[in-house]
Antibody, heavy 120, light 110 residues
Framework: EVQLVESGGGLVQAGGSLRLSCTASGFTFSNYAMSWVRQAPGKGLEWVSG????????YNTDSLKGRFTISRDNSRNTLHLQMNSLRVEDTAVYFCAKQDSTVTTWFDYWGQGTLVTVSS | QSVLTQPPSASGTPGQRVTMSCSGSSPNIGSNYVYWYQQLPGMAPKLLIY???QRPSGVPDRFSGSKSGTSASLAISGLRSEDDTDYHCAAWDDSLSGWVFGGGTKLTVL
């Protein structure tokens, strides 16, 4: 059974940093691209970043302007999102999602999410 | 402001058929598959439709997807109370080289 468990969320002041993690199990982690998708309170879903199975290719939404960095440790079946220069508008639940194969394929499994709250 | 446009709300009565739309543009819906996700309150999204009109195993055939040009639709027939929740559409965008979502439609079963 595929399981994705996020951690690392919490309350941080604007301008601060957080590192999110997602621990995966139930599948061969290195064979699949992974992404982070966020959802601000009462809003829709927003794709944040994606990474290939090998970790050699990364994709980011332009609006983040390089503040967030996605990475993965295939030896530990873990996905990370390093978030710097956090803004109030980054407040959201952050989901990690497994993709069917590459970053351009769909999200077939999702974690339960971790809440990031950025205060002013 | 979401790249894909969904109506914020839709409604229907039990047993009825409802459709909800997802409007995009050439680089996303016009060129790629559309995906639909169902999200219960406080829960993670669940894949409902993939590759525009395919259902994952376990998804009832009451749910169906279609696309025409730069717009897509999700149809739910035989509406049930448990369908009362949020639905999101998504597509890969070739110009942005990233995924785009709609703002979500809240379906109310009256």
């Amino acid at each position: 059974e595929v399981q994705l468990v996020e951690s690392g969320g919490g309350l941080v002041q604007a301008g601060g940093s957080l590192r999110l993690s997602c621990t995966a199990s139930g599948f061969t982690f290195s064979n699949y691209a992974m992404s982070w998708v966020r959802q601000a309170p009462g809003k829709g879903l927003e794709w944040v970043s994606g990474i290939s199975g090998s970790g050699g290719s990364t994709y980011n939404t332009d609006s983040l302007k390089g503040r967030f960095t996605i990475s993965r440790d295939n030896s530990r079946n873990t996905l990370h999102l390093q978030m710097n220069s956090l803004r109030v508008e980054d407040t959201a639940v952050y989901f990690c999602a497994k993709q069917d194969s590459t970053v351009t394929t769909w999200f077939d499994y999702w974690g339960q999410g971790t809440l990031v709250t950025v205060s002013s | 402001q979401s790249v894909l446009t969904q109506p914020p709300s839709a409604s229907g009565t039990p047993g009825q058929r409802v459709t909800m739309s997802c409007s995009g543009s050439s680089p996303n819906i016009g060129s790629n598959y559309v995906y639909w996700y169902q999200q219960l309150p406080g829960m993670a999204p669940k894949l409902l439709i993939y590759r525009t009109n395919q259902r994952p195993s376990g998804v009832p055939d009451r749910f169906s997807g279609s696309k025409s040009g730069t717009s897509a639709s999700l149809a739910i027939s035989g509406l049930r109370s448990e369908d009362d929740t949020d639905y999101h559409c998504a597509a890969w965008d070739d110009s942005l080289s990233g995924w785009v979502f709609g703002g979500g439609t809240k379906l109310t079963v009256l």
